[in-house]
């Protein structure tokens, strides 16, 4: 996940492969609780990991199901065994269950119906989260709930329920205040239909009829047929009994899919076509974990999307996307559209409007003005700074595209803390004029799907130019590699530490047992080739199966690497190396010749120098805070030496390139060098600051 205070996307050109969307939430909540109710085990795939499944499948655990592996692992299947709908006679558990909703409702209606002695506790925003109208239907039957702190309002305390005074009247539960307390009753009844058929009324209207959908469908895999009359009766046959279905897919959440279909739809596919994925030659998007037998009601993005012009095919739980070919698709088609049954998945066609061929007009979104933020007022004035011309009216949207290339403009997009603005406004860094792309608080979309843009960064491309590189050269403990490492977390770009694979193949080399000089530069340059060198995401350096992090950081594995680094054949043998770090959406480097020869096109050189007394004492204080020991006038000599060797090689010296900016940190903070840099870097941007 990016959590820095902005994300720069790079202008964008192709998009082509394969993403794998997280599990839906609602979807795995019920799932999970579903497969404990049933008879017999239940092989759960793709279920989402997160906070909310975690402490369902807690609760689970703690009532006795048998769950393998214990945590979610990615790619491998969760096993549930459940109680085949009852529970020991003397059954008692106090369960946490967090902040997740998801868990709480459904579970305190089946523990209700259930029986036993059962405290269903969490956190204290839990505690202001009403629960008073589940707990009234659920007494209406004979369940015993008691209310422990405010009335209506969990924790609560559950014991065994009397059925006797239970008749044939229907249960009934308010639909407009959140349709969970439905989805509950749903889901527990069935526990208690043995002999009789249960009737649930619903009173007053009933919102959000997808969800209730989902839960149909859910309860029709697990055995459970329920007759939907119209939205307001639903009736749970009599004879009713859950029976795990075997094995069950968590489908992916269908508005998560919405953004790769637009993708798929405004971007050419890779101009290599030579190893084209589909009958058609066409390179294109493949979403999987959401498709054609989706039961969620934002599938039917789908069907706007087409109508725009995007190629789309469709398996079970896969879809492909591809552009139309010119004129036929693309550049896409503009559409009026009433949008209520798509309300979220819409506010993707809103971006999806600055690539059609006239003005596109979406109906109906009266809600987008209550929801994170008011999403038609923040779609009106974000799509504006692009360019666009927008109308706005209380319940639609009418979007005209910048007129011609020209009239794009490069945008710092503000999120709201919302984060489908986040994600949808991702999809402007494909405009025509290539401008990048400014994306506030990219961590807002951690709400449903915390690594958005890295999927998004591993099927887009873009030519190599356009991604930024910050180069930062200097001698030796000038500060470059710690100047280097907070330029890139504040920018949420990668790093390229290039010292450490001079200092990598000078250990490689020596513990060889090769003498690092001349005689042996071809056998010390085919080593650097195949290293099999991985940094990983704490920045720690391994070697094969060795992290070698501590062993190279030594001043002698610095000397070795000035040694090694001064042979031609090895600085060649390494150029492949450091230009694939070179990845979206950005890139800082930390070197000697950075700017001189690996990046040369780089947009910001800086060129980093701090007194050698001055450096001196820092590789000091940093070998002893270490606890290697060090003397200073040894190092003052060695980095001397060092200096003087890096200056002049014949390859590759350093020196600051033409181009650079100068920066003696001698009397700064390295906070001052830090800010000193990222305000180099934002005056180079279109932007201006965030
Ligand atoms: N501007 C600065 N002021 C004070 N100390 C600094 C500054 N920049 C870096 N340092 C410290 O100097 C030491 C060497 O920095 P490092 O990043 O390893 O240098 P290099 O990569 O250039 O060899 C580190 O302990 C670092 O914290
Ligand atoms: N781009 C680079 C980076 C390092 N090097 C060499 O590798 C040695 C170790 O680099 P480093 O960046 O890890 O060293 P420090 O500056 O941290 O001491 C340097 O002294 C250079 O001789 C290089 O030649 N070219």
Request: overall charge negative; glycine content about 8%.
């Amino acid at each position: 996940m990016f959590t820095t205070e902005f994300l720069d996307l790079p202008a964008l050109d192709t998009a082509h492969g394969t993403v794998s969307l997280p599990g839906s939430k609602s979807i795995s909540n019920r799932v999970l609780l579903l497969a404990a109710l049933s008879q017999g085990t239940t092989v759960i795939h793709d279920l989402l990991d997160s906070d909310d499944t975690r402490v369902m499948l807690a609760a689970l655990r703690q009532l006795g199901c048998r769950i393998a592996p214990d945590a979610v692992v990615p790619g491998q299947a969760i096993e549930v065994t459940g109680i085949g709908g009852q529970l020991p006679a003397d059954a008692a558990a106090t369960l946490f269950l967090g902040n997740a909703g998801t868990a709480m409702r459904p579970l305190t209606a089946a523990l209700a119906v259930l029986g036993g002695s059962f405290e269903m506790t969490g956190v204290p925003r839990m505690y202001e989260r009403p629960i008073g109208d589940l707990v009234d239907a659920l007494r209406q039957l004979g369940c015993r709930i008691a209310y422990l702190g405010n009335e209506g309002f969990p924790p609560l305390k559950i014991g065994r329920p009397d059925f006797s005074r239970f008749g044939q009247a229907p249960i009934q539960v308010r639909g407009d205040v959140s349709s969970q307390f439905l989805t509950s009753l749903l889901m527990a009844l069935p526990l208690q239909a043995g002999s009789r058929d249960i009737v649930i009324e619903v009173v007053g209207e009933l919102i959000s009829r997808p969800y209730i959908h989902i839960t149909l469908e859910l309860l029709a895999r697990f055995g459970i047929a329920v007759k939907n009359e119209n939205w307001q009766r639903f009736v749970i046959p009599a004879g009713s009994r859950y029976r795990s279905p075997g094995e069950i897919h968590v489908e992916a959440d269908a508005s998560s899919a919405s953004y790769f279909i637009a993708l798929g739809a405004i971007a050419t596919g890779m101009a290599d076509t030579a190893d084209a994925d589909n009958a058609t030659g066409r390179k294109s998007i493949r979403i999987l974990g959401v498709g054609r037998d989706s039961i969620q009601g934002d599938i039917r993005f789908v069907e706007a999307a087409r109508a725009m012009g995007a190629q789309v095919e469709s398996g079970p739980n896969w879809l492909q996307v591809a552009r139309g070919e010119p004129g036929q698709g693309w550049p896409l088609k503009a559409i009026d559209l009433d949008c209520n049954h798509i309300p979220d998945a819409a506010m993707t066609l809103a971006v999806m409007a600055l690539y059609a061929d006239g003005t596109t007009t979406l109906r109906n979104i009266a809600s987008w003005r209550v929801k994170e933020t008011d999403r038609i007022a923040a779609m009106a004035i974000e799509l504006r700074k692009l360019g666009a011309t927008v109308e706005e009216g209380p319940d639609y949207i009418r979007i005209t595209p910048p007129a011609s290339r020209a009239d794009w403009k490069a945008a710092s997009i503000h999120t709201y803390d919302d984060h489908r603005v986040a994600m949808c406004f991702s999809l402007a860094a494909f405009n025509p004029a290539k401008l990048p792309v400014r994306i506030e608080d990219p961590k807002c979309v951690a709400k449903t799907f915390p690594d958005y843009f890295e999927a998004l960064f591993s099927v887009c491309q873009t030519e190599r130019e356009r991604i930024p590189v910050i180069c930062i050269d200097g001698p030796t403990a000038s500060g470059k590699g710690t100047i280097a490492a907070e330029v890139a977390r504040a920018l949420g770009y990668q790093l390229l530490d290039s010292g450490a694979l001079y200092r990598i193949t000078g250990l490689a080399a020596s513990r060889a047992g090769l003498a690092l000089d001349e005689s042996n530069e071809e056998t010390i340059a085919e080593m650097a080739l195949d290293m099999p060198v991985r940094f990983d995401a704490q920045q720690r350096v391994w070697l094969g199966d060795e992290d070698i992090s501590l062993a190279i950081r030594s001043e002698q594995a610095g000397m070795n690497a000035s040694r090694v680094s001064a042979l031609p054949a090895v600085r060649s043998a390494l150029v492949d190396l450091q230009l694939a770090f070179q990845t979206l959406p950005g890139l800082v480097a930390d070197g000697r010749d950075m700017g001189t020869v690996i990046f040369p096109h780089a947009p910001l050189k800086v060129y980093l120098s701090a007194s050698a007394q001055c450096r001196a004492e820092r590789r000091y204080k940093q070998l002893i805070s270490k606890g290697i020991s060090a003397n200073i006038s040894t190092l003052l000599a060695d980095l001397e030496a060092r200096d003087a060797r890096d200056m002049q090689r014949a390859t590759a010296p350093l020196k600051p390139a033409e181009d650079a900016l100068l920066l003696d940190s001698s009397e700064l903070t390295i906070e001052q060098v830090v800010a000193q840099v990222l305000s180099w870097w934002q005056e180079r941007q279109p932007f201006g600051r965030a």
